[in-house]
């Protein structure tokens, strides 16, 4: 006999199985809700690895399982220089994949995303502009987050100096998407004092620029 809290007016009685109940490997004692006695759950009961769908959980042995994966995602760069045309607001042609979870970036051609779950999510594209060989003088900078073709973030950068920007231009936001018609591109405009501006693939090995996006969850 257990004595219960005073709050419950009273003690109550809890029976477990005598000697002569034998319960099987790996089973556990739960009790069938009236309280009055006690019943034993064996492995039929309980997927292994899961967790009950009454008891908080979905069923799914995994994150991913449950949907609660950040996918689909993808991180793409330009794999090579871009020529802009000065002052024409022209999309940026990230090329490559780092990696695509879904294949609902557009590489090939139309260089967008288009994510086939509805949903928030995080989007930036990072840009870096020379003037012309790389002598022309940058003037201004603007990166534009484009959905459905229309402008949806924008960020500009003024410099006055030759040559390259000092620093690499990012542009972050958090974009809805519907998961069927809804995508995303990257677009820039560079001002210079002479000739064409371009779009510059890397230093030293690494690419600077990049255009990724990833569902949220929870919001």
Known sequence: TIASPASLGGDRT????????????GTMLATDGSGASLTALDADNISAGTLAIARGGTGAATLAAAGLANTPAFNAYLSANQTLTADTSTKVAFDTEWFDTDGCYDKDTNYRFLPTTAGKYLISAS??????????????????????GSAWARTSFDI?????????????????????????EVWVEAHVSSGDPTIDDDWQGAHQNHFFACLLIGV
Do not use: H
Request: net charge negative.
């Open 127 to 148: 840009v870096q502009c020379y003037g012309a060989g790389g002598t022309g003088t940058m003037e201004r900078m603007y990166i534009v987050l484009k959905k459905n």
């Open 160 to 184: 006055r100096d030759t040559g390259y920007y000092e620093g690499i231009p990012t542009l972050t936001n958090i974009m809805d998407f519907n998961g069927s018609s809804d995508y995303a």
């Open 14 to 25: 809890v029976t477990l199985p005598d000697a002569d109940v034998t319960l099987a490997s």
